[in-house]
């Protein structure tokens, strides 16, 4: 199986930095959407018109095959909402990469590329697994007609909770640039996060019988 490392990350989010002193508080989220186990959730940011977009599932999946799919950029159009693909820039082990994306904007919107580094971590006693996002959109020269995403960060979240199952929680915010509206640019920021996360449910099972030397597993 080919690997990029995180690669999926980038197109997953490029409309919605992790939590701190930036955000409010976390009794101020405001549910958008609910079903199942999946929740998504948004806040204001930085005083931004611009909201910070947390979306959480969970899934019946171990954390090798959960890492497997974030780390193959080959698949990652196949479930993330409106990829247009990626591509691994520069790679040091598994621990860190920095990654160059595409996102399929609809029309009449530009199409957007984003480059970012994903800094992966995982906690010796919880077992859980954290992969922050840093946005770089200086690291390459923009390319052709789209649009470079100026301020973009966030995290991903695997925490294992027994019996199979773990919690995610992927947590973004995003200035996508050029002239989109406010509104359109929340919106999509919301429907990004819902539609990927809905797809990792079937797209995890593709990696069932996975396992990494990388990624310890609960009770290991």
């Keep these: 199986m080919k690997k990029g490392f995180l690669a999926v990350l980038v197109c997953a989010a490029l409309l919605s930095q992790a939590p701190g002193g930036n955000s ?5 989220w405001e549910l958008v959407f609910e079903r199942g186990d999946l929740r ?7 005083g931004s018109e611009l909201q910070e977009i947390k979306g959480t599932t969970r899934l019946r999946a171990s954390l090798a095959a959960t890492m497997a799919l974030l780390r193959d950029a080959p698949y990652n159009h196949n479930w993330v909402y409106r990829s247009g693909g990626a ?13 160059y994306g595409i996102v399929d904007a609809p029309w009449p919107m530009h199409d957007r590329d984003t480059v970012v580094r994903f800094d992966y971590t995982q906690d010796p006693q919880t077992g859980i697994i954290t992969i922050g996002i840093t946005n770089f959109p200086d690291f ?18 695997l925490q294992p909770e027994g019996d199979g199952w773990i919690a995610v929680t992927y947590q973004v915010y995003g200035d ?11 919106y999509a920021a919301a429907l990004s996060v819902t539609r990927t996360l809905q797809n990792m449910t079937w797209a995890v099972q ?4 996975v396992s990494s030397a990388e990624v310890a597993e609960p009770n290991e």
Aim: proline share 10%.
């Design 87 to 99: 591509r691994i820039l520069q790679q040091t082990g598994y621990s860190q990469a920095y990654v």
């Design 206 to 209: 593709r990696y069932a019988d």
């Design 140 to 157: 390459i020269p923009p390319e052709g007609s789209l649009v470079r995403v100026p301020d973009f960060g966030g995290f991903w979240r």
């Design 176 to 186: 996508p640039g050029g002239s989109i509206p406010v509104w359109i640019a929340n």
């Design 24 to 28: 409010t508080p976390d009794e101020e």
């Design 40 to 46: 998504v959730q948004r806040r204001e940011y930085r």
